[in-house]
């Protein structure tokens, strides 16, 4: 398959997932979630929180696991839209995928208020510049996959794939440690502090002493 066969392919498969997916109403769904936790602080007071975390850890279980095999096994069946029966991978991706996220990021809360996850402690450079990570992840697999770079979405498989993606993530880890030192926030975090809050916001630290302020 040539790279421009590849890509072109690509593009009208991934409108139709995205619409037959829901995924406008679930990432609004999750921006929602999201800003309910962010208000009341819910990753702040962890240890307050604690059995609100189990409750959410064994009901995202109990609804998304079944739900996530129901909806790959109606996702090989065969039948599509306007097909009723096209409706119930739709059906079970919507009810898996919300309630088995929060049982996973439940779960990681929980694994962190235990002394043994500390350690954890070393994702939170790449979690700290996520906006930035996230656009960067975007314009590295474009230059890796797509025709304007090396081209190779057409040429290689799904193992390549996910071995890319772990390097990048790791590299992310990388840059992320040493642009903390330097500055509060990063670049797109930064950029968007300012929008947020229309005022110009310092970004790089001063060292004083050996001492890191902004």
Not at 55 to 82: E, H, N, T, Y
Not at 145 to 152: A, C, W
Not at 153 to 174: E, N, R
Request: hydrophobic share 50%.
């Amino acid at each position: 398959m040539s790279i421009q066969r590849w890509s072109e392919g690509g593009a009208f498969w991934r409108y139709e997932h995205i619409l037959s997916s829901n995924r406008v109403v679930k990432v609004l769904a999750m921006f929602l979630l999201g800003l309910v936790a962010g208000r009341n602080r819910i990753y702040a007071r962890l240890s307050e929180n604690k059995m609100l975390l189990k409750r959410i850890q064994k009901w995202g279980f109990i609804v998304g696991l079944p739900a996530s095999i129901a909806f790959a096994l109606f996702f090989v069946d065969g039948k599509q839209l306007p097909k009723p029966a096209g409706l119930l991978d739709t059906l079970f991706y919507a009810i898996s995928v919300i309630p088995l996220s929060l049982a996973f990021t439940a779960s990681v809360c929980l694994f962190w208020l235990n002394p043994s996850g500390r350690w954890l402690m070393l994702f939170a450079p790449a979690g700290r510049m996520a906006l930035t990570n996230y656009i960067m992840q975007t314009f590295i697999s474009i230059f890796i996959y797509y025709g304007i770079g090396l081209g190779l979405g057409a040429k290689t498989g799904s193992t390549v794939y996910i071995l890319i993606a772990i390097l990048v993530y790791l590299i992310q880890l990388w840059y992320s440690r040493i642009w903390l030192k330097y500055f509060s926030y990063g670049p797109f975090e930064w950029v968007w502090r300012q929008l947020t809050y229309s005022r110009y916001i310092k970004n790089k630290k001063v060292r004083i002493s050996g001492i890191s302020r902004t």
